[in-house]
């Protein structure tokens, strides 16, 4: 099972889009500031995350929620997050 999962910086409200087989011991460096790209942004919370079966489908989703348009949705989906 590969997961594609998005996390929000309680610092600064910014999305992290990401990928990976196991989203539970992935949380964790990124909360410990081993993450280069959100090293800077913590604390981090996960906010949404999807299940795919093969890893080309679950790669092929998050390339999209990175573009304008992907993030687009999520902000549309995900408006609630960013009301408060």
Known sequence: MQYVYILQSGK??????GCTQNLKN?????NAK???????????K????????NKS????????????WGRNYLIKTLRNLFND
């Open 57 to 68: 489908d679950a790669f092929a989703r998050e390339q999209f929620l990175k573009t304008g």
């Open 26 to 30: 992935r949380l964790v460096p990124h």
């Open 12 to 17: 600064d409200k910014e999305l992290y889009v």
């Open 34 to 44: 081993k993450v280069l790209a959100t090293k800077h942004r913590t604390p981090l």
């Open 46 to 53: 996960l906010i949404h995350y999807e299940a795919f079966l």
